[in-house]
Each structure stands twice: as C-alpha cells, then as structure tokens.
C-alpha cells in the first residue's frame, strides 16, 4: 500500500495538518490487525475503496462506517482491510475542526462517528465534488476546494489553534499555566475550550503529545527506557509505561518490538507535515 500526505492550502494550513491517502491491494490471507495509536489530532477519513473493521480487544470485529471522524483517542483504534483500500483523511490541528464542524468536539471524543450523523451536508458536499474525481489526489483537491469556501464563511478565534501548534512544538511540554496565560483565559476558562474546540484538557494534550515523542525519539533495537523517558519529559520510567498501557494498551518494549506498517506510518514520527513544510509519500 503507498500512503502520501498532501500540505493544505495556505489559508487552511492554521487548522489543517494535512490531507492523506492511503491506497493499495491487500491479501486478505496475510493481513494482521494494526494498531492505529492516539495522537492529538482529530480526523475525517473518506473511504472509496473496501470499509474496513474494527477489532476490539476481545478479536470481535465490527464494519466501520465508509465516511466517518475520528475523535481525539486516548486508547488505539485497531483495524483490519476487507478489500481494496482506497482511503482519504484530512487530519486537523488539535482545535482546527471547528470552523468546519459545529459540534463540541468532547462529544465525539474515543469515538468514530458516521459523518453523516454529525456534519451531513458537510459530507454530501465532499461526495458531491469527489464521486467525479478519477484519482484521490484529484478528490483531495474536490475535498480542500469545499474546505476553503466553509473557512471563508466561517469567523473563528483561532487563538487555541495558535496555542496548540506551540504546544506541538515543543513537543507537550508546557503547563496548563502557561498555556492560560499565553491565551489570556484562566486554568478554569482554558480547559472549557480545549473540551469543546479539541475534545480533551490541554493537560491530557500534552501527555499525549509527549507519549507520540517517544516514539520519535527511539530508533534502537533496546533503548534504555530510563534515559528515554527524561529524554521526553517524562519524570521517570514508571511514568513513560504508565502513558503506553493507557494510550496503547502495550508495553512501549512490546509496542517497538514488531509494529505494523500502519502503525509507523500514522505516528508523529514518520509524518512528512506535522507543521513542517515538507509533503511526500511512502510504501508500506
């Protein structure tokens, strides 16, 4: 499978991180589940090629929707093809839904939620524009076209998104303090935001940014978990396990030891944005 993200246009880059597909053939008699981790983001994935299912931790599987977000996670979705795969996804900036999408985003939060039940004309504009597309990167510039015009009917404060990004930058490390202080709202006032424009605290933001930079971090067979852990903020080991069996239902050793293309190709690690000024493409 070729997976490529596509860097937004320049008046949707605040909110957007990027758009990306994901398309390919798949041998159903080889294909094991993957293990898709949380990441701060919250996502619109189209599907135009074969749904794909859900696995829950007890194997059971569940079809998902063919159009579909995903909420801010804080557990691993695990999913597995059923056919061809013919996927895109627009991958907002924590915050950056909510020019587009007028829901508090806490509500959708470890949930995929059918689009059409959520934002419908939203959904039967971007299939409106796409159907006619021949490729995906063709229905990628149908789906930023539609993006563009709702941005441009839309006043939005984009402080929070603003205050997101250098929250990303620096990887999480920020206190809630300083967050609210950098925005001018109090710890209280804060938190209300990021609940309804990201979908979870600023606090739980940062570990989940800190968790994602773990995986950046170690590029060795057998790291020294201790040195990683305050490499990445974390204030000991303990710490860094803790977040891997929330946030991945995994040992971090467990996790690294063998994971899925997919896996590494949605981690922050292997992104070609993630407010970089660089697009590309990989095979996995």
């Known amino acids: 499978m070729r997976y490529r993200e596509i860097l937004p246009l320049k008046s949707l880059a605040p909110f957007i991180e990027c758009f990306w597909t994901l398309e390919g053939e798949v ?28 696995v829950n931790e007890q194997c059971e599987k569940r079809l998902q929707p063919a159009h579909f977000l995903v909420g801010q996670m804080t557990r691993p979705v695990i999913i597995t093809p ?42 039967r504009e971007f299939l ?40 990303i930058r620096c990887a999480g490390r920020m206190s809630v303090d300083s967050l609210a202080t950098a925005a001018g709202l109090s710890s209280r006032q804060l938190r209300r935001r990021f609940l309804l424009e990201v979908g979870i605290g600023p606090k739980l933001l940062c570990r989940l940014l800190r968790f994602q930079q773990v995986l950046k971090a170690v590029d060795r067979n057998a790291p020294e ?20 069996r929330q946030f991945a239902h ?5 996790l690294l030891a063998s994971p899925g293309k997919l896996t590494e190709a949605f981690t922050r690690k292997h992104r070609k944005s993630d407010f970089s000024n660089i697009s590309g493409d990989a095979a996995i």
């Open 27 to 54: 041998d159903l008699r080889e294909t094991e589940p993957e293990r898709i981790l949380p990441d701060g983001c919250v996502e619109i994935i189209l599907n135009f090629g074969a749904r794909f299912n859900e």
């Open 82 to 123: 059923t056919g061809p795969v013919r996927l895109i996804g627009v991958r907002f900036h924590p915050g950056g839904t909510f020019p587009f999408l007028r829901v508090p985003m806490h509500e959708t939060t470890n949930q995929i939620v059918g689009l059409g039940a959520i934002a419908l004309d939203l959904k």
């Open 128 to 167: 409106a524009r796409a159907e006619s597309a021949a490729s995906l990167h063709l229905k990628v510039a149908a789906i930023e076209e539609v993006l563009a015009k709702h941005l441009q009917s839309c006043r939005q404060d984009s402080r929070l998104v603003d205050l997101t990004a250098s929250v």
């Open 225 to 244: 978990w201790a040195d990683v852990a305050l490499e990445c903020g974390y204030y000991d080991q303990a710490h860094l396990i803790n977040d891997f």
């Open 250 to 254: 995994q040992t971090p050793s467990v």
